[in-house]
């Protein structure tokens, strides 16, 4: 994946459309005598619900587009008693960090994402410049 740089969040929102996208398609696993493999199966609900918990936690922890002179904080964490992001950087974040962890981020993927921008939030995540 050598062009399409994302940040932190955007590569955490990459992997949940993909698990979303491949289990919607209701690709059917089958064991080696060609039958339903109902482990599979069961494995769906739950793989959506996790989805579902990571998209929660992503719309929390966001860019927070208030922030003037921080433009990288995390809204989901908030400010601190002197009104300064409690996250300065959004790559920081430790709640998108474990989320990260959970989708198997590895730290050569983490040392190349791009830096939080405001015009990364904006559409499509697919086709972005370079960092
Ligand atoms: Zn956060």
Redesign the pocket.
């Known amino acids: 994946m050598g062009a399409n740089v994302t940040d932190l969040h955007g590569w955490i929102t990459q992997q949940v459309e993909t698990i979303e996208r491949s289990q919607h398609e209701g690709r059917v696993a089958l064991d080696e005598h060609e039958r339903y493999d109902h482990t599979a199966f069961s494995s769906d609900p739950a793989g959506l619900r996790r989805c579902e918990a990571d998209r929660r936690v992503l719309a ?2 966001r860019l927070d587009l208030d922030q003037a002179a921080f433009t990288a904080a ?1 809204e ?2 908030g400010l601190d008693s002197w009104g300064l992001p409690n ?1 300065e950087n ?1 790559n920081d ?4 960090l474990d989320l990260a962890h959970a989708h198997g981020i590895t730290p050569e993927i983490l040392a190349g994402l791009a830096q939080p921008a405001k015009h990364h939030r904006t559409s499509d995540s697919s086709k972005e410049n370079e960092a």
């Open positions: 929390r922890h995390c989901g964490h996250v959004l974040c430790p709640e998108l």
